[in-house]
T-cell receptor, first 115, second 112 residues
Framework: EAGVTQFPSHSVIEKGQTVTLRCDPISGHDNLYWYRRVMGKEIKFLLHFVKESKQDESGMPNNRFLAERTGGTYSTLKVQPAELEDSGVYFC?????????????FGQGTRLTVV | GDSVTQMEGPVTLSEEAFLTINCTYTATGYPSLFWYVQYPGEGLQLLLKATKADDKGSNKGFEATYRKETTSFHLEKGSVQVSDSAVYFCALNSNQGGKLIFGQGTELSVKP
């Protein structure tokens, strides 16, 4: 069974440019999450999809970030325009359900560097 | 709000040494607690979990016990190996919804 896949693995862009990150969850997982780790700090929650609907987007830092999950399969996270403070590792995770003890399966992450 | 605090790294140990990585939490209600591990070049993977007080999670020689009275979930291993070198993250989930709250991560380096 394929795990969670993220593209690209690395991205270096200039300030002001646009970047789109993609996440392919495990097949059949309705729940998809985006997280971000900045400069060795804690991993912070960004948002949660249930199928194609945004269940919780309380962690999205500002309106330069746009997440979509059309059709309830893969998801994209667009940053436009990118700022220096957006640099970090973006993780995607998926799970079968939303209960407290459920294991989340993570992708390898996308390392974004804004210069 | 909910939060997780881990001991800061990096932690450097010799092979076969005893490992403890401290983790304490603040949460409303009764959270589930997790340890995730990130090996070099890989994504996070679940190491172990505990869903209620006094539960002990264990996997690959690692253990952690859910201590409600001290709000802790310390990770321990009796004899570390070089292959245990990784970043370890303590996390909690206190609400239905699956959202995880992570600590800052502890980098472990085990030397032969």
């Amino acid at each position: 069974e394929a795990g969670v896949t993220q593209f690209p693995s690395h991205s270096v862009i200039e300030k002001g440019q646009t970047v789109t990150l993609r996440c392919d969850p495990i097949s059949g997982h309705d729940n998809l999450y985006w997280y971000r780790r900045v400069m060795g700090k804690e991993i912070k929650f960004l948002l949660h999809f249930v199928k194609e609907s945004k269940q919780d987007e309380s962690g999205m830092p500002n309106n330069r970030f746009l997440a979509e999950r059309t059709g309830g399969t893969y998801s994209t996270l667009k940053v436009q325009p990118a700022e220096l403070e957006d640099s970090g590792v973006y993780f995607c995770a998926s799970s079968q359900d939303m209960t407290k003890g459920t294991e989340a399966f993570f992708g390898q992450g996308t390392r974004l560097t804004v210069v | 709000g909910d939060s997780v605090t881990q001991m800061e790294g990096p932690v450097t140990l010799s092979e076969e040494a005893f490992l403890t990585i401290n983790c304490t939490y603040t949460a409303t209600g009764y959270p589930s607690l997790f340890w995730y591990v990130q090996y070099p070049g890989e994504g996070l993977q679940l190491l172990l979990k505990a869903t209620k007080a006094d539960d002990k999670g264990s996997n690959k020689g690692f253990e952690a016990t859910y201590r409600k009275e001290t709000t802790s979930f310390h990770l321990e291993k009796g004899s570390v190996q070089v292959s245990d070198s990784a970043v370890y993250f303590c996390a909690l989930n206190s609400n239905q919804g699956g959202k995880l709250i992570f600590g800052q991560g502890t980098e472990l380096s085990v030397k032969p």
